[in-house]
Every structure is written in C-alpha cells, then in structure tokens.
C-alpha cells in the first residue's frame, strides 16, 4: 500500500531541514510517497490531502514556536482544528532542541497538541535533535522515518510519544555515551 505523506519544516540553519530530508529519506526507502512543505507561507489545508504528517521545527528561545512555524501553526487551529479535519491521519512531530535551555525541545509538545487538537493520531515518539546532526543521528532519523511509514501501514504498533525524549535518550539518538557526557560537562567546568 502506497501512503503519502507530507514533511513539514521550519528551519533556521538548516538543521532541521537536514532533520526533515533524513526523515523523508527514510520514508522513501519504506515506500511512501513523501513531499517536503517549508512552513513558512504555507496554508494548512493541504495537510488533508495526504496519509501521513510529520511535522518540526527548532525550539526556539524559551520554548516558543519559530517565527516561520508560528503563521503555520495558526493556520492548523483555523482550518483544521475546529472540525478535526486531521481524524484518520497518522502523525509525528520533530524539533531541533539546545540542552542550554530550559525548555529543552518543548516544540515537539506544542507541535503533538495541535496535532492531536486537529483530530490527527500521534503514531510514534517525536524526534529530537540537538544543535548538529552527525553521522548517528542520521541514521536514527533514517529509521524514525522508515518507522513511521511501517506504523501508519500498521505493519508496526503505535509508539507512546509521551513522555517526550530526555536528555540521555536526545544523547542516545546523537550517539553519545554516558560516559562521553559526563566528560563534556566535566571538561566545560574547568
């Protein structure tokens, strides 16, 4: 069965546009049909037209929506939202996050709530991504997409996505060790 499905970003510098090309690499390779939306400009609407959405942004400042995801954002609560014209669709979200801050990748909640707000079901845990993208990141992102597509065939059973990821599963994703963090904050002490 062919799904399509529809990858939208906002990005600042590029990293989560590399987060939604990994994430579209990945679906591709599962055999969906995935076509990348820049959030920025962009009406909602045609999210209904599509069986999957995977939607990100970077957490930006304290926790708030992007500039270019926030225009974005409101047009989901007013074309979507009211009459749940996202029921039946499978979705997940993905955001760039920075652990200095302390609402560390918080987008991936505000994306998942529109989402579920608009009638779309969360299908698998969102993905976080810190600061840069390395070789293990990469491919985690590769297989969160291939992942996505199996769940939304229900070839794979939907993933809890609450709670979010935290810090040492964020380090696992970027194949950090426990070890390697602890001498990272321990180097940035001295």
Not at 3 to 24: C, D, K, P, Q, Y
């Amino acid at each position: 069965m062919t799904v399509r499905i529809a990858i939208v970003f906002a990005s600042s510098g590029g990293n989560t546009l590399e987060t939604a090309r990994m994430a579209a690499l990945g679906a591709t390779e599962a055999g969906a049909v995935t076509a990348l939306y820049s959030a920025r400009d962009f009406s909602a609407d045609i999210l209904t037209e599509h069986d999957g959405l995977l939607i990100g942004e970077p957490t930006w400042g304290q926790g708030d929506h992007h500039a270019d995801f926030r225009p974005f954002d409101d047009s989901m609560a007013q074309l979507l939202a009211p009459a749940r014209r996202l029921h039946g669709k499978g979705a997940a979200a993905f955001a760039g996050c920075d652990r200095a801050y302390r609402n560390f990748g918080r987008a991936i909640e505000l994306i998942e709530k529109r989402l579920a707000e608009c009638g779309a079901e969360i299908l698998q845990r969102g993905l976080m991504i810190e600061l840069r993208h390395n070789p293990a990141s990469r491919e985690f992102t590769q297989q969160w997409g291939r992942n996505f597509v199996a769940r939304l065939r229900g070839e794979l059973a939907p993933e809890a996505h609450e709670p979010r990821m935290g810090r040492a599963e964020v380090d696992r994703v970027m194949g950090i060790s426990l070890a390697e963090r602890e001498s990272r904050e321990l180097g940035g002490l001295r």
